[in-house]
C-alpha cells in the first residue's frame, strides 16, 4: 500500500525527515508515533504529494508521490491537523462539498450516512465555526471518509478531543480495515499505538523501532521486564537517543 524508500526532507540545513525507510501493507493500521516535532507531519505531507522530498522514494498505491501525486490524492482519504473544512459552511455543505470533489454519485444518501455514522444530526446545520473542537474534529474524519477511500491518513485525528470521541474514532478506523482499507495514523498518544497492528517510532526525523507491536515487546523485554508497554519503550528509545534500537520493518 506503502513503500518509503531512503526518504528525507530538508529545510535547509535542517533534516526534518531523515533518511526514512518503511513498508505499510494491505488492510492494516499502521502507527507513526513520536513527540512534537519528530518529523511525522513532515513525512505524512510528503506521502500526500504536499511537500516534494528532498531525496529518496515513495510509492501509495504503486504511484510515485511526486509524479502522479495528484492521482494518491483522488484515491485517499487524508485529515490534517488543522481540518480542512471551510468555517462559514454548515456542516451538511461542508459534507457535500466534498462529495461534489470527488465526484460521489449518490451525495445525499451519502452525506445522510456519514451524518448518521459520526452522530452529527443535532449540529448538522450549523456552521462549522460555531462548533466546538471535538464536533469538527468528527466532522474532518467524515469528509475524508466521503469517497469511501482504500487508505486512510491521518494526523493526530484525536488530539485534544473527548474520551467518548476518541473511542469513536477508533471504532471507526477498526470498521474501516474490516472492510478493507489501510490507516496511517500519527499519534503521541501511547494508549492509541498499542491499539496498532503495526507502529514505527519517530525520533529526531528517523525511524528508531518499527514492526509490529507484540514483536517490539519482545525485541525490549530482555531490557525491560516481562511486558513492557509501547509507553516504557518509546521512553528507553528517546533517553538512548535510538540509535543502537534503529531496525527498518521488513
Known sequence: MIEIRGLTRRFGSFRAVDDVSLTVTPGKIFGLIGANGAGKTTLIRMLCGLL???????????????????????RIGYMSQKFSLYPD??????????????????????????????????SVRRPVYALGGGLRQRVAFAAALV??????????PT???????RRLFWEQLYERTERG????????Y???AERCDEVALMNRGRIVVSGGVREIRDRFRSRLGERPSLE???????????????????
Not at 522530498?53 to 501509495?60: D, K, Q
Not at 451538511?92 to 451519502?110: C, H, I, K, M
Not at 485534544?160 to 470521541?165: A, E, Q
Not at 482499507?181 to 503521541?188: D, E, I
Request: glycine share 6%; aromatic share 8%; proline share 4%.
Open 52 to 74: 516534494p522530498p528532498s531525496e529518496g522514494s515513495a510509492s501509495v498505491f504503486g504511484c510515485d508521490i511526486v509524479k502522479d501525486r495528484y492521482r494518491i490524492r483522488e
Open 190 to 192: 501511547m494508549d492509541e
Open 147 to 156: 469517497h469511501s477511500p482504500l487508505l486512510l491518513i491521518l494526523d493526530e
Open 232 to 250: 516504557d519503550i518509546f521512553a528507553d528509545v528517546i533517553r538512548r537517543g535510538g540509535d543502537d534500537d534503529k531496525q527498518e520493518l521488513g
Open 89 to 122: 459552511l454548515t456542516v451538511w455543505e461542508n459534507l457535500d462539498f466534498y462529495a461534489r470533489l470527488y465526484g460521489v454519485s449518490d451525495r445525499r444518501n451519502r452525506v445522510e450516512e456519514l451524518v448518521e455514522e459520526f452522530r452529527l444530526k443535532e
Open 159 to 165: 488530539s485534544g478531543v473527548d474520551p467518548l470521541t
Open 181 to 188: 482499507a489501510t490507516v496511517l495514523v500519527t499519534t503521541h
